[in-house]
């Protein structure tokens, strides 16, 4: 059998910067967000600032179509989350 | 002289059906595609009219449904090195004919293979089952590559020095490797086969087409005293990088091949080598790869001058699409040229000095050195992970 010619050298990698983290949130039969769970605790979203979609990468085989959610939490946090439209799932991130 | 000749056909579309099955095996007609030209052709392809060499706006026209898939140079050869290595293992002597055809010289290994079609056998395995090898044994580079061209795929056609005559006979003067110009005079002269060539004396061809005539006849006879050539070995240093998601920034590009031209500098330096040419290639999401070839006026050791070629190629690239993959190749390597260092460094100088040693330290405290450097992918993306990444810093 033919083996890989180019057997000489590593693979360095670029690791993307900002990963989202899986978050708890609890969320009403419209998706909006209700509570957040952060460090174990449920906190109540008191309000929202924002909201937005992101729909991009629809001609890869994994498309993006994300729902953010910028939340004001009962104690004062501002967090931002995601609901992952194509897999499901809450995620937390930096915006 | 007893030489092997194997054989892909259409070597092209063997790799994309290998890289790419679930594209190809869907498609009832394809054919890959080079600057809007047909390279080769799928036979349900060419039943419908579309030949090699052939404009893609005609090609479409003869055949509406054809599925075509854009070329890759890079990947062919990578992939016909890749069977030129394996063939070596087996017989030392290998010579690289055209993309697909590969010829070795069988001198001197009865010992290893008593037994020919063990020896046929070990050759055809050299390619992946899916390229559909043929194999073809003569007396000569000529028998066999008209062996292998008659060969079934996967299959061997072995000739001997007393068939190999009649057994060429009937095939067409077209296989001749000679000019077009001297096949289209045969055929006015009425010489439509190689049997026919043998029934004429051999001075009446050297009369009328001078040395090309002699080897035209000697060839007819299934003579071919032309050796089999090896290839070159090249002394290279290659080193290759991926990305996580595919990479549209110019910058994180220029970013990674400097990080690629670090490491493949470190190899070099063990080696004490300076060098000729740089081989810079891109493969996007989708395959498509783009290749630059720098040759240096000086084999070229200094990672500064290095850099800076390589920096104007990358400013310069246009790149076909979102980088998935990065590959460097120092190749043409020399033996180091000393040159004269300054004898005092400047401050900056043994600032960075002191820098790097204590990132050495770190990484031979933890095995790979913790730090990384950010660099921006592409910052307008509204996905927020792939504005940004951490290139891995290798002091």
């Known amino acids: 059998m033919v083996e890989d010619s180019g057997a000489q050298g590593s693979h360095p990698r670029l690791r993307a910067l900002n990963q989202p983290q899986p978050v708890r949130v609890e969320a009403d039969a419209e998706g909006r967000p209700l509570a957040v769970v952060l460090r174990s605790r449920r906190r109540r979203v008191a309000g929202v600032q924002e909201t937005w979609r992101v729909e991009e990468e629809w001609w890869r085989e994994r498309a993006v179509s994300r729902q953010y959610w910028r939340l004001v939490l009962e104690d004062g946090q501002v967090v931002t989350v995601f609901e992952d439209l194509v897999e499901g799932g809450w995620w937390r991130q930096r915006v | 002289m007893l030489v092997a000749c194997l054989l ?27 600057r809007r030209v047909v390279l080769e052709a799928s036979p349900s392809a060419a039943r419908l009219g579309v030949r090699p060499g052939q404009r893609l706006a005609q090609a479409l026209a003869h055949c509406p449904h054809l599925v075509v898939l854009e070329a890759r140079p890079a990947a062919y050869e990578r992939r016909f090195g890749a069977l030129l290595d394996a063939m070596e293992r087996i017989a030392p002597l290998v010579e690289p004919g055209p993309l697909g055809v ?3 010289d069988l001198r001197g290994l009865a010992p290893l293979f008593p ?3 063990a020896l046929a056998q070990a050759l055809l395995a050299c390619a992946p089952a899916s390229f559909g090898a043929r194999l073809g044994i003569g007396p000569g580079k000529f028998p066999a590559w008209v062996a292998a061209r008659r060969a079934r795929s996967g299959h061997s056609c072995v000739l001997t020095q007393e068939t190999v005559v009649t057994w060429l006979a009937p095939a067409s003067v077209d296989l001749l490797p000679v000019a077009a110009d001297i096949k289209r005079r045969l055929r006015l002269l009425g010489l439509n086969t190689l049997g026919d060539l043998v029934t004429l004396p051999r001075a009446a061809l ?52 400097e990080r690629l031209l670090d490491q493949a500098l ?9 060098a000729g040419q740089a081989l810079l290639r891109a493969a996007t999401e989708r395959g498509a790869l783009w290749e630059r070839v720098l040759t240096f006026k000086e084999a070229l050791s200094d990672r500064a001058r290095l850099w800076a070629a390589i920096k104007l190629a990358l400013e310069q690239a246009a790149i076909p699409g979102p980088v998935a993959e990065l590959g460097l190749e120092l190749v043409a390597l020399t033996p180091c040229v000393g040159r004269q260092e300054t004898l005092w460094l400047s401050s900056e100088t043994r600032q960075r000095e002191r820098l790097w040693e204590a990132l050495r330290q770190l990484k031979a405290r933890y095995g790979a050195c913790p730090l990384g450097r950010v660099v921006e992918v592409e910052p307008w993306s509204r996905i927020p992970e792939r504005r940004a990444a951490i290139l891995a810093f290798e002091p």
């Not at chain 2, 892909?8 to 054919?31: H, K, M, Y």
């Not at chain 2, 470190?266 to 300076?274: E, F, G, I, L, T």
Request: glycine share 4%.
């Open chain 2, 8 to 34: 892909v056909p259409r070597f092209a579309l063997a790799c994309e059906l290998a890289d790419r099955p679930e594209r190809v095996r869907r498609a009832s007609a394809l054919a890959v595609a080079d």
């Open chain 2, 266 to 274: 470190r190899a070099m330096a063990q080696r004490q080598r300076a």
């Open chain 2, 115 to 117: 037994r020919l079609d």
């Open chain 2, 102 to 104: 590969a010829y070795a």
């Open chain 2, 206 to 257: 050297a009369a009328q087409f001078g040395p090309i005539g002699t080897r035209i006849y000697e060839l007819a006879q299934g003579h071919d005293d032309d050796p089999v050539r090896p290839r070159p070995k090249a002394e290279t240093i290659a080193v290759r990088a991926s990305f996580d998601a595919p990479v549209a920034s110019r910058e994180a590009v220029m970013m990674a091949f």
